[in-house]
């Protein structure tokens, strides 16, 4: 089995590698590529990752490249984990979206439509040559915004899924509150990309019993720290949103703290350099323990489920992934891309039936779908005009004048990566 990885030199990388190391009776890898323009980046990287597979006795072969087309030739799934314009890029959308007393943030508001611009025609080209060289290859999308760029995969024909680790975040949070195994819990995981709620957590399975409640009484302050959002916010919903959803309910302060402290962009710079040093020392034969604070919490494990059921090697499994909606919430359309529990087989990904959302959420899942709906039209097609309406359609902006500024702003810091700009 040929896997590549599409932004190899990414430094979340290691985190993947040791999640095919360690299930590798999971899904049996043969040859992994590594592949991104970064060369340095990918070597150190590389030699990390080849030396993780040897200390963990993993027979498979690691190689690394800048070539795309030879990288993805033959490949029985393609990883996709891009961040165009890097570190710098992100920088810009969580700073200048605040100049307009809006959140900065690489996948919400006005910083993350500007990353959906600059991703979702890259994201194409290389599923298109995806598509010539090994038209068979399923694509995992982890490349934010992961619903609107999933999106532009399916609507373009493209084998692909999207996925995120959130749900499997939680789902390891509450098990270690339960004191329960992960596997004995189904998350009732209902919304978009980054815009959910866990509806119910049920021991054993969709239909099993909900122990979302007992879990609230008692872990409710834990919970509620974890998405730095207040308790009494879980009591009242009674239900667990994921900490995007901090953005919406809590903007303003989030806006004020933001104005007060460093980027995430700024701290997450200086990690990478930390972590590239440490990958070069050719001592290090596993990821190190700061990796966890870059973020990207078991999206290794998510990603190696995800890829053997599509694969065949895992069977049918039910996993949270990001696919078309087909009717499974009846207020948006079909081909809405929605995150939710699904079956996943080699057929690619069927969601399941889930509860029925309250008007409280459903309201906003629809007001943020419809967003996405434009942004989508503004990456594929360009054009000011059609930015202005994505940024006017979402709800965290919704305001003519602000709408125009943002549009200027976003616009100004993009020229580079927007041709039609």
């Known amino acids: 089995m040929k896997l590549a990885v599409v932004g190899g030199g990414s430094t979340y990388t290691p985190e993947l590698i040791d999640g095919f190391a360690r299930l590798r009776d999971t899904l049996p890898v043969s040859e992994l590529v590594l592949i991104d323009p970064a060369t340095e980046r990918l070597e150190l990287i590389g030699g990390l990752a080849r030396r993780i597979f040897a200390r963990q006795g993993h027979p498979g072969r690691i190689t690394t490249t800048s070539d795309l087309d030879a990288g993805i030739e033959g490949a029985d799934a393609v990883l996709l984990q891009l961040r165009i314009g890097g570190q710098a890029a992100r920088l810009q959308d969580e700073t200048w979206p605040l100049e307009c007393g809006c959140v900065g943030q690489e996948t919400t508001g006005a910083g993350g439509l500007a990353k959906a611009l600059r991703t979702v025609p890259v994201v194409l080209d290389i599923a298109e040559r995806v598509r010539r060289t090994s038209p068979d290859a399923w694509i995992i999308d982890f490349t934010n915004p992961v619903g609107i760029v999933t999106r532009a995969l399916l609507q373009a024909g493209h084998k692909a899924v999207g996925l995120?680790?959130?749900?499997?975040?939680?789902?390891?949070?509450?098990?270690?509150?339960?004191?329960?195994?992960?596997?004995?819990?189904?998350?009732?995981?209902?919304?978009?990309?980054?815009?959910?709620?866990?509806?119910?957590?049920?021991?054993?399975?969709?239909?099993?019993?909900?122990?979302?409640?007992?879990?609230?009484?008692?872990?409710?302050?834990?919970?509620a720290g974890d998405l730095r959002l207040p308790r009494a916010v879980l009591d009242r919903l009674g239900v667990v949103p994921s900490y995007y959803l901090r953005y919406f309910y809590s903007h303003d302060e989030v806006v004020r703290e933001l104005g007060t402290k460093p980027s995430r962009a700024a701290e997450v710079a200086a990690m990478e350099r930390e972590l590239l040093a440490r990958y070069g020392d050719p001592a290090l034969e596993e990821k190190p323990a700061l990796l966890a604070k870059r973020g990207g919490a078991f999206y290794s494990e998510a990603a190696v489920d995800l890829a053997a059921s599509l694969l065949g090697d895992g069977g049918p499994a039910v996993q949270v992934v990001n696919t078309y909606n087909r009717g499974t919430l009846p207020f948006l359309p079909d081909d809405a891309v929605i995150e939710v529990q699904a079956r996943v087989d080699g057929s690619g990904a069927a969601p399941l039936p889930v509860p029925r959302l309250d008007p409280l959420f459903a309201g906003l899942v629809s007001h943020v779908s419809a967003y996405e709906d434009l942004a989508l039209d503004a990456a594929l097609r360009g054009g000011r005009e059609r930015v202005f309406r994505a940024l006017l359609a979402h709800p965290l902006v919704g305001q003519f004048d602000l709408a125009e500024g943002l549009t200027d702003r976003l616009l100004a810091h993009n020229k580079e990566h927007l041709p039609w700009a």
């Not at 975040?169 to 009732?188: I, N, T």
């Open 164 to 223: 995120c680790n959130v749900a499997i975040g939680l789902q390891r949070k509450f098990a270690a509150l339960l004191e329960l195994a992960p596997a004995d819990l189904h998350l009732d995981h209902v919304g978009l990309n980054h815009l959910t709620w866990e509806l119910g957590v049920r021991r054993g399975g969709p239909d099993g019993e909900d122990l979302l409640p007992g879990l609230l009484a008692a872990h409710g302050e834990a919970v």
